[in-house]
């Protein structure tokens, strides 16, 4: 039966099933919505910054924005700025090849092995010689979430979650998942500058509504109040499936008055309220590990990930990894934590603009519309 599923011809169909889904995803007149409103907080994020700057902020169209302060110009899209060049960024793009680099450095990493649609054998006998659950991922090219899967246990959760992931990329990534909870650091010029804890995306029932209507309702309030709760949407994919498989669920499930469910452990569609300040939590080992993985990518502007029991003491000792380096490191909930919001479009034009490097150093907390 296992090699049924791994079966070319069974993977084949497999992929062609997902890239439907895939499709049908980004089709979804609710996505786009929930794109508007995230350009929108884009747009406002950078806009208020170059004012505080004494900049000027011109929207050039396609998304594209353009910031100048004096003779210097600089163009942002979204998240994406030109901090680091363009092979920095090819890198960091690539896990394996960040993992290999971060590995040299003896600095933890998940337990991997790279494998493609067309040859999954190194991820059938790394699924076999793992005594955790896996995770399968794009090995690059994406970001956000897209096409991971966590919790694969069998030949049958891995032949689904490589075709779902190769959607995005012809390399594919398995993982052993790591326990623990998700932190986010990110990191300016070698420095810490936020950082917080992820929690994961969970909904809370009410004794009559099954959680595919719980989720419909989340994400009605988050189309509802714009990018005020989340910059996206909950989308209903395989990890979904797979999380609330492990606990006995599905979407026709009706969770009890009360019971908080855990949607996903893929933890990017969670909401603000789920993110809160982290960077007094970390050890001294923990922050120096991080600052030598910014220092051997050569990045530097870089949001890691890193998933920890304790984040009080060395990742060897709580059996922690930083599971990415992300080099075009989302701004959203650095604005929409839980318990404050920290000016990241600020550091970063001061970074990136010679003439916003003598203007006032930004406050750390300022509010955020």
């Not at 899209?77 to 060049?85: C, F, G, L, M, P």
């Not at 040859?119 to 399968?136: G, I, Q, T, W, Y």
């Not at 051997?296 to 003491?313: E, H, K, M, N, Y």
């Given at each position: 039966m296992a090699g049924l599923w791994t079966h070319p011809l069974t993977l084949r169909g497999l992929y062609v099933w997902s890239m439907g889904k895939a499709?049908?995803?980004?089709?979804?007149?609710?996505?786009?919505?929930?794109g508007k409103h995230q350009t929108e907080f884009y747009q406002q994020t950078w806009a208020e910054a170059a004012r505080e700057l004494g900049a000027t902020w011109t929207r050039l169209g396609a998304e594209m924005s353009e910031i100048t302060l004096d003779d210097a110009r600089t163009r942002?899209?979204?998240?994406?700025?030109?901090?680091?060049?363009?092979v920095t960024l090819y890198v960091l793009h690539d896990k394996p090849l960040t993992h290999?680099?971060?590995?040299?450095?003896?600095?933890?990493?998940?337990?991997?092995?790279?494998?493609?649609?067309?040859?999954?054998?190194?991820?059938?006998?790394?699924?076999?010689?793992?005594?955790?659950?896996?995770?399968?991922?794009?090995?690059?090219?994406?970001?956000?979430?897209?096409?991971?899967?966590?919790?694969?246990?069998?030949?049958?959760?891995?032949?689904?979650?490589?075709?779902?992931?190769?959607?995005?990329?012809?390399?594919?990534?398995?993982e052993e998942q790591i326990d623990g909870d998700n932190y986010r650091l990110l990191f300016l010029d070698g420095k810490l500058i936020d950082s917080f804890l992820r929690r994961l995306p969970t909904?809370?029932?009410?004794?009559?509504?099954?959680?595919?209507?719980?989720?419909?309702?989340?994400?009605?309030?988050?189309?509802?109040?714009?990018?005020?709760?989340?910059?996206?949407?909950?989308?209903?994919?395989?990890?979904?499936?797979?999380?609330l498989a492990k606990q006995g669920l599905s979407l026709r499930s009706v969770p009890a008055a009360g019971r908080n469910v855990t949607l996903k452990y893929v933890?990017?569609?969670?909401?603000?309220?789920?993110?809160?300040?982290?960077?007094?939590?970390?050890?001294?080992?923990?922050?120096?590990?991080?600052?030598?993985?910014?220092?051997?990518?050569?990045?530097?502007?870089?949001?890691?990930?890193?998933?920890?029991?304790?984040?009080?003491?060395?990742?060897?000792?709580?059996?922690?990894?930083?599971?990415?380096?992300?080099?075009?490191?989302n701004l959203y909930y650095h604005y929409k934590k839980k318990d404050g919001c920290f000016p990241v479009a600020v550091h970063l034009l001061r970074a990136i603009l010679p003439g916003a490097a003598i203007r006032a150093e930004p406050a750390l907390e300022t509010s955020h519309a």
């Open positions: 499709f049908l995803r980004y089709r979804n007149p609710r996505r786009k919505t929930s942002v899209y979204h998240n994406v700025t030109a901090i680091d060049d363009p290999r680099i971060l590995t040299a450095e003896k600095i933890a990493v998940p337990r991997h092995a790279a494998f493609t649609l067309k040859n999954v054998a190194p991820a059938v006998e790394f699924l076999k010689s793992s005594a955790r659950d896996c995770v399968v991922k794009p090995a690059g090219g994406t970001g956000g979430g897209r096409g991971v899967t966590t919790g694969i246990q069998t030949p049958a959760h891995l032949a689904r979650a490589s075709a779902a992931a190769a959607v995005y990329s012809d390399e594919l990534l398995i909904v809370t029932g009410d004794g009559r509504s099954t959680l595919r209507q719980l989720v419909d309702r989340e994400n009605d309030n988050r189309l509802r109040t714009r990018s005020g709760i989340s910059q996206v949407l909950i989308a209903i994919d395989l990890d979904m499936h797979r999380t933890v990017n569609e969670n909401s603000a309220a789920d993110n809160t300040t982290a960077t007094h939590l970390f050890c001294r080992s923990v922050l120096e590990d991080c600052t030598r993985a910014v220092k051997a990518l050569g990045v530097r502007f870089a949001g890691i990930d890193i998933v920890t029991r304790d984040p009080s003491v060395p990742l060897a000792e709580s059996g922690g990894v930083i599971l990415e380096v992300n080099g075009t490191p």
